[in-house]
C-alpha cells in the first residue's frame, strides 16, 4: 500500500486462465536433509500439485501442499538463508461470512466450528515426458482442476442451511483470517472468496456434543474470460513478490 505503508503488501491470487498458459509456475528447492553438514540438494523444477487450508476449534490455522518434481536433482553449494520469524494465523481470528451470490454476506463466526479448502491443480504427470524431455519431466501442465470446500456450523433454528441446500441457492462464502500486527491498523491477512457456489450436501451432526451441520460445497465454473473458477485468494504481509 503505497499510500497507507509501502511496507506492507497484498497479493492477490486466482486460477491460471487455460487460455493464456496451462504451464504451472515452478520453482527451485534447495534443501540440507541434515542440519549443518553443508551437505546440500537442489531439487528442479517443483510445482505445487495440490494445497489445502484448514482450522478448527481454536487451534493455528494448518496448511499443506503437496509438490511434484520433474526428477532433477543435483549437489548444491548456494548457502541456507536464515529463516525469517513464523507468523502464525488463528482459528479465533476467523471471520466466515455466508449470503446468496451477489448480494450481501452474514457474518457466521459464532457457529462455526471448522472449515477445510482444498486446490488441487490435477497435474498431467505421464504428459511431462515427451520425445526430447530426457530422463525428466519437461513440463507441468494442469488438467481438470478442482475445489473443494466443507466446513462445520452448528446448527439454528431457522433451518436456512437446509434451504439453501433443497433450494439449490447460488451461494458466495469470504473466509477472512488476520494474525499479527504489521503496523497501524495493517495485520497479516488471509481471504478465501468464493463468489459462486452451492451446497452439495447438509449433514446433521454431533460437534463437541452439540448440534450441527456438516457441509459439502460444490464450487461453480465460470468461463467469463477464460476463468475455470470464480475464487480468488489473497494474503497481507511484507513480501514484496512471488511468483
Do not use: W
Amino acid at each position: 500500500d503505497a499510500g497507507g505503508n509501502p511496507t506492507v503488501y497484498d497479493h492477490d491470487f486466482t486460477p491460471l486462465v487455460a487460455g493464456t498458459t496451462v504451464q504451472l509456475p515452478a520453482i527451485t528447492l534447495v534443501e540440507e536433509p541434515v542440519a549443518h553438514t553443508g551437505i546440500k540438494k537442489k531439487i528442479h523444477d517443483l510445482v505445487v500439485s495440490s494445497f489445502e487450508v484448514s482450522g478448527s476449534g481454536v487451534d493455528r490455522l494448518q496448511i499443506s501442499a503437496d509438490l511434484k518434481g520433474s526428477g532433477n536433482q543435483a549437489n548444491s553449494t548456494l548457502s541456507m538463508p536464515a529463516l525469517t520469524a513464523t507468523k502464525f494465523l488463528r482459528m479465533k481470528d476467523v471471520k466466515f461470512e455466508l449470503g446468496n451470490q451477489g448480494g450481501a454476506l452474514t457474518d457466521l463466526s459464532l457457529r462455526l466450528k471448522s472449515f477445510r479448502f482444498k486446490y488441487d491443480n490435477k497435474p498431467l504427470d505421464e504428459d511431462g515426458y515427451y520425445p526430447g524431455s530426457g530422463l525428466y519431466r519437461g513440463r507441468h501442465e494442469f488438467g481438470d482442476r478442482e475445489i473443494e470446500l466443507d466446513f462445520d456450523l452448528l446448527q439454528a433454528t431457522d433451518g436456512a442451511e437446509l434451504d439453501r441446500l433443497i433450494n439449490s441457492t447460488n451461494s458466495a462464502i469470504k473466509i477472512t483470517a488476520e494474525g499479527e500486527t504489521i503496523t497501524g491498523a495493517y495485520k497479516q491477512r488471509l481471504i478465501i472468496d468464493l463468489p459462486d457456489l452451492h451446497f452439495r450436501t447438509v449433514e446433521r451432526k454431533y460437534v463437541d456434543n452439540k448440534l450441527a451441520y456438516g457441509i459439502t460445497c460444490n464450487i461453480h465454473y465460470d468461463d467469463t474470460g477464460g476463468v475455470l473458477y470464480a475464487v480468488k485468494l489473497s494474503v497481507r504481509n511484507t513480501e514484496t513478490a512471488y511468483l
